[in-house]
T-cell receptor
Framework: DAGITQSPRHKVTETGTPVTLRCHQT?????MYWYRQDPGHGLRLIHY???????DKGEVSDGYSVSRSKTEDFLLTLESATSSQTSVYFCAIKGELSGNTIYFGEGSWLTVV | QKEVEQDPGPLSVPEGAIVSLNCTYS??????FMWYRQYSRKGPELLMY????GNKEDGRFTAQVDKSSKYISLFIRDSQPSDSATYLCAVFTGNQFYFGTGTSLTVIP
């Protein structure tokens, strides 16, 4: 158990509304990641963070923003949700002590209607 | 070209069979290699990781890396119905992880 909690776990929202997903970790890891997983595409990196207020874009960052004001929390915001953002979103942390491995949360299922 | 290529399957085997799952990667700079298991509607869970060429064994699972041919494999011995899941390979370099698209495995009792 990597101590990662995602919320909400399930959400249905309307096109054009903003949505924020929260990732909370309890083990003080420096690196945190947001991925989306879609059939045929696998896991794709949206944004990642390497410290408080330090973030960088991944390969599918358009339409998403992130914030990390505390070590334990990494927020993903869909500024104006679109149907193409219907997906399952996974937060992850990098486990520095156990090799360079990555541990995932349980996922947030988002449906944009 | 994707950083990691993985045959999506699906793969269906009888209980007790040996399963071989494979990935290829494109960049010789990749340093760490991982396998994840993902059950339906769950997050991926780390099965094994290695950073060197050769074999690493953990119970019924063996991870194999061939850096010369940029090939990584996961072998499952004595497969069980509980092994039915999607298996993802992953590689790491710098601060980035790259994932295969996953192979769906079903073990039939």
């Amino acid at each position: 158990d990597a101590g990662i909690t995602q919320s909400p776990r399930h959400k249905v929202t309307e096109t054009g509304t903003p949505v924020t997903l929260r990732c909370h970790q309890t083990e003080n890891h420096r690196y945190m990641y947001w991925y989306r997983q879609d059939p045929g595409h696998g896991l794709r990196l949206i944004h990642y963070s390497y410290g408080v207020k330090d973030t960088d874009k991944g390969e599918v960052s358009d339409g998403y923003s992130v914030s990390r004001s505390k070590t334990e929390d990494f927020l993903l915001t869909l500024e104006s949700a679109t149907s193409s953002q219907t997906s399952v979103y996974f937060c992850a942390i990098k486990g520095e002590l156990s090799g360079n491995t990555i541990y995932f949360g349980e996922g947030s299922w988002l449906t944009v209607v | 070209q994707k950083e990691v290529e993985q045959d999506p399957g699906p793969l269906s085997v009888p209980e007790g069979a040996i399963v071989s799952l494979n990935c290829t990667y494109s960049n010789s700079a990749f340093q760490y290699f991982m396998w994840y298991r993902q059950y339906s509607r769950k997050g991926p869970e780390l099965l094994m990781y290695t950073y060197s060429s050769g074999n690493k064994e953990d119970g019924r699972f063996t991870a194999q890396v061939d850096k010369s041919s940029k090939y990584i494999s996961l072998f499952i011995r004595d497969s069980q119905p509980s092994d039915s899941a999607t298996y993802l390979c992953a590689v790491f370099t710098g601060n980035q992880f790259y994932f295969g698209t996953g192979t769906s495995l079903t073990v039939i009792p």
